[in-house]
């Protein structure tokens, strides 16, 4: 059995923390760029795990993709042309390929975590890298948004946990979230993870969410609670049009949608009372230097390397 505990602190102060316990590993690999352990939990099933970090487990992780694709998707009003950066499991895609789309590009620097999951996972990803409408790519997300070769219609940004050091976060910057307005059409829409809006992790989806809005002209922050995530979990749908003219026509086609979690009240709640919470607080937020106000510190344990936000 092996153990991986995460605890956060805040203000010198544990908050909050996640432990979850695998009682079998199946497969292991150090790969050029991380750590790659799959495993099983008696309660959660088989999960991945990179560099000690949960990324999903087969109890809950419908949860997660179904937020970050579904509510993109439903609200653009004719998604063809999809962009995955990072997303290497294929859950993402599997989403994705609900819907009446021409063609999905997923870029992923590490083709190990691809292999690990066509081998370990196809049976929940549906087998998706296999879909002809699939160009899997592999390369760093970063250089190709710096270079892109096109506009796509909704982008899907499905890449490591952001730190609350946004400044030094290599895909949470200001100047690389002003560069993925290159990714999206006019009428496009992007989606990132956000980690959570609570207090012990300095806020770091509401600034995330507040980065997109100034880089595309609007941008919400929405959360759904994924059990061994243990908190809720928070992402920001950005464009540079306002979503929420178009949550009706949303509405009406999530009907025949096969999902597992997401549903008409679900979608709502992106514009509901929980959303305007986070919303406010946001504003509240835009008042203050984030880089002065929020100093934490994430410490951490069970073979995770100490992170300074």
Do not use: C
């Amino acid at each position: 059995m092996r153990a991986y505990i995460e605890k956060i602190k805040f203000k010198g102060k544990i908050a909050h923390g996640r432990y979850i316990a695998l009682d079998e590993i199946i497969y292991e690999k150090q790969s050029k760029y991380q750590n790659i352990v799959v495993g099983k939990n008696d309660y959660f099933g088989r999960m991945l795990i990179l560099d000690n970090a949960i990324q999903f487990s087969e109890r809950d992780e419908f949860i997660y993709h179904e937020m970050l694709v579904h509510p993109a998707m439903l609200l653009h009003k004719n998604p063809k042309d999809i962009l995955i950066l990072g997303g290497g499991d294929g859950f993402a895609l599997r989403e994705i390929l609900k819907h009446n789309i021409d063609y999905v590009r997923l870029i992923d620097i590490d083709r190990d975590v691809i292999d690990a999951s066509k081998r370990y996972f196809s049976d929940l990803n549906n087998r998706s890298f296999e879909d002809k409408r699939v160009d899997v790519v592999i390369g760093d997300a970063i250089e190709y948004t710096k270079n892109p070769d096109k506009k796509y219609d909704v982008v899907f940004l499905d890449l490591v946990d952001p730190q609350g050091d946004l400044e030094n976060d290599p895909f949470f910057n200001k100047s690389m979230i002003n560069l993925y307005r290159n990714l999206i059409k006019d009428d496009g829409i992007i989606v990132t993870h956000a980690e959570t809006v609570e207090e012990s992790s300095n806020y770091v989806a509401l600034r995330i969410g507040e980065l997109f809005r100034r880089a595309f002209g609007h941008s919400y922050v929405y959360e759904a609670f994924i059990p061994s995530f243990y908190y809720p979990w928070n992402y920001v749908i950005a464009a540079k049009w306002d979503i929420r003219e178009n949550i009706g026509a949303a509405i009406q086609k999530l009907n025949g949608l096969k999902t597992r979690y997401i549903n008409s009240d679900v979608l709502r709640r992106i514009t509901g009372k929980r959303e305007q919470w986070i919303y406010e607080k946001q504003q509240e937020l835009r008042e203050v230097e984030y880089d002065m106000l929020f100093n934490g510190q994430r410490d951490t344990e069970g073979g995770i390397e100490n992170i300074t936000l």
